[in-house]
């Protein structure tokens, strides 16, 4: 019995399967081809007690390339202070000008 490329090839228990492309050769192509096209992991964890809820945890995982998010506009992490370097400047400017009001209001209420 011979098989061609457009119906498939056999799979476990000699049920045909049908081919859906070339599939990935290595790890580094599954990898290259998720942050290319990305993708998306959500799910929702409820605890009850009693049919009282408790606790509930909403999780949104997102998996893409830094290219691919700024496509879909999302680039948080731009504007983020924890993760930009200039976090500590931001810090001691904010320190510098808290002084500095604190300076201007004790002045203006001594007279």
Do not use: C, F
């Not at 904010?94 to 002084?99: A, H, Q, W």
């Amino acid at each position: 019995m011979s098989q061609t490329p457009a119906t498939g090839s056999r799979g476990y228990g000699g049920l045909e399967r049908p081919d859906y492309g070339p599939a990935p050769s290595n790890l580094a192509d599954v990898l290259e081809r998720v942050l290319d096209k990305g993708i998306v992991i959500a799910g929702d964890i409820k605890v009850n007690l009693l049919d009282i809820e408790l606790l509930t945890i909403k999780i949104r995982l997102l998996v893409v390339s830094v290219d691919k998010a700024m496509e879909m506009g999302i680039d948080w992490w731009r504007h983020d202070p924890m993760l930009s370097s200039g976090e500590q400047d931001l810090q001691s400017e904010n320190r510098e000008l808290r002084r500095r009001i604190e300076e201007l209001e004790g002045g203006g209420s001594d007279e």
